[in-house]
């Protein structure tokens, strides 16, 4: 049976992602970071949010698509520079995914649709861009906050939880709540939310 567009959408999306020279090591396993990465923000997007649109599923797959060509230090290390950097990284995993979606021949309104997700245009607004940051902010919480954490003064891992918090929606907050935390991370999670 042919693949469907969607299905070769998502595999092309898998393809850029594996050629990451960073690598994720989980349970003795190296994955290439940001195809892993991928795969966790699918897998959480449809326990969070299972009826999600094909293309809020193929926006939550490409949101760090080939992130590691542009480095971080590629931009002035203040604030100005890491949103600088973001602003930059949201237009190219944008590009990348509309290309990759004209070639599986998507039309236009609904390439247009996913780059609007991809860069979270509306976010309080858009159903989608919502969803789809709800979708970050969950996988950041269950798979890299208790490591981020671990390297961070809790001076700086309660303002990061602070703002992750804002960014979410009531629905997505409900959620985080539902996490495993180590007790350590709870503790900061509470503080955060004091």
Request: aromatic fraction near 10%.
């Amino acid at each position: 049976m042919k693949p469907t567009r969607f299905e070769t959408a998502i595999a092309l999306i898998d393809k850029a992602n594996s050629e990451d020279i960073n690598t994720y090591t989980l349970a003795g396993i190296d994955y290439p970071k940001e195809l892993l990465y991928s795969q966790r923000m699918t897998r959480k997007l449809l326990q969070f949010n299972p009826d999600a649109s094909k293309a809020l599923q193929i926006a939550a797959r490409a949101q760090h698509i080939c992130r590691w060509k542009i480095a971080r230090g590629e931009y002035p290390m203040d604030r100005v520079g890491y949103l600088k950097w973001r602003e930059t990284l949201k237009k190219m995993h944008a590009d990348l995914t509309a290309d990759i979606l004209k070639q599986v021949g998507y039309d236009d309104e609904f390439v247009d649709r996913i780059r609007k997700i991809i860069l979270k245009k509306l976010i309080k607004k858009n159903e989608e861009s919502q969803a789809l940051e709800d979708t970050i902010c969950l996988v950041f919480l269950d798979y890299y906050f208790e490591e981020f954490a671990a390297k961070h003064p809790d001076e700086k891992v309660i303002d990061i939880l602070q703002k992750t918090w804002i960014k979410m929606s009531d629905e997505g907050q409900q959620e985080a709540l539902k996490l495993k935390f180590s007790e350590k991370s709870l503790a900061l999670v509470k503080q955060a939310l004091a």
